[in-house]
């Protein structure tokens, strides 16, 4: 059974005449990459900054790990809200050395980190000659210090290049995969389609939507085949009635839209009929831009 390791119900906050966060309802399982997916202020810092009590709420409630949340609570949560402040003089090491001392951290934690964040050949260098990537790689590693059960990242990736964005969502996916549920603020579509299980979308300090990504993808578009005949396969759907756009993709798999709903196993069953089995058929779902952009001008 899941457990539920964020509940937030019917938060609040306004800022004079500006409502950033209205009524919010949001439940974060352990184990997910939870996206908080919206447009600039959409509240996703608000809320973040309430949930990790740097910013006060007006009402509601939330609970961390099924309790009211206490300074206890936030020690298992690593967060990285802003960028972080590091000294440029001082290594990544030694800037890790000073924040383990104010964590109360053992110092084995610094190359464990620095490891995982894939900065132990730079552990030596001073923070200023760090790429971009690298300083956010390092704040990821100071937020994992204290080996947190969940970590909390306000738009991770704003301001870097192509690279340095790819090579933080990887490790984003690998810290996932190490066990951690991440909570990631982002205004980037895509960056939650490629790195989130779950995600809300906010606009405007409301809550939109709710739901999972795979299951949210799978709008059956299409579908991808591959067959040991795929010259046969490509007859049969080039003649089916209800094909619409038939191609080739890098995979050398057939991709096929239909023109109106289909009954997959209808599909399949022609294809069988017709002295084809599959060997790969999978849907292609309709993007979640698509939907996102319709949730947001809804
Ligand atoms: N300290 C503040 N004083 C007044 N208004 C604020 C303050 N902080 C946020 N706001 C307003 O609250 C709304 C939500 O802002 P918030 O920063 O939470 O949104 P966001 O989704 O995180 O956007 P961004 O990605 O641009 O930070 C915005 O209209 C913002 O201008």
């Given amino acids: 059974m899941s457990e539920t390791i964020l509940e937030i119900s019917g938060l609040s906050k306004r800022y004079g005449r500006i409502q950033a966060v209205n009524q919010l309802d949001l439940q974060v399982q352990k184990g997910s990459v939870f996206g908080l997916l919206g447009p600039n202020g959409s509240g996703k810092s608000t809320t973040l900054g309430i949930l990790l009590g740097v910013t006060q709420k007006d009402s509601g409630d939330y609970k961390w790990f099924g309790q009211e949340p206490t300074a206890e609570s936030r020690k298992r949560i690593g967060a990285i809200l802003e960028s972080p402040t590091f000294y440029p003089y001082l290594s990544a090491r030694q800037n890790l050395n ?21 900065l ?23 937020a ?7 970590l909390i990242l306000d738009e ?3 301001g870097l290049d192509p690279q340095g964005i790819a090579e933080i969502r990887e490790l984003i996916i690998d810290i996932a995969k190490s066990g951690k549920t991440i909570i990631l603020a982002s205004h980037l579509l895509d960056e939650v389609q490629k790195v ?8 405007t300090g409301n809550k939109i939507f709710q739901g999972s ?7 059956n578009d299409g579908v ?8 046969q396969l490509q007859k049969l759907c080039n003649n089916y009635k209800n094909s619409f756009r038939i191609s080739t993709n890098n995979l050398g798999r057939i991709v096929m839209s239909f ?6 196993s209808q599909f399949h069953k022609y294809l069988i009929d017709n002295g084809v089995v599959l060997t790969h058929l999978s849907y292609i779902s309709k993007s979640l831009e698509k939907q996102f952009l319709e949730l947001l001008s809804a």
């Fill in 98 to 118: 000073i924040v383990s001392e104010i964590k109360n951290v053992e110092r084995s934690r610094i190359n464990e980190v620095l490891t995982q964040v894939g």
């Fill in 120 to 142: 132990i050949e730079r552990a030596d260098y001073p923070f200023k000659t760090f790429s971009l990537g690298m300083k956010q790689r390092l704040a990821i590693a100071s």
């Fill in 144 to 150: 994992l210090l204290a080996d947190p059960e969940l």
């Fill in 156 to 158: 991770p990736t704003n």
């Fill in 196 to 203: 989130c299980t779950d995600f809300a979308v906010l606009k």
């Fill in 213 to 219: 990504v795979a299951e949210s993808l799978s709008g």
């Fill in 224 to 231: 991808e085949l591959s067959s040991d005949n795929m010259e």
């Fill in 259 to 264: 023109k109106e709903e289909e009954d997959i």
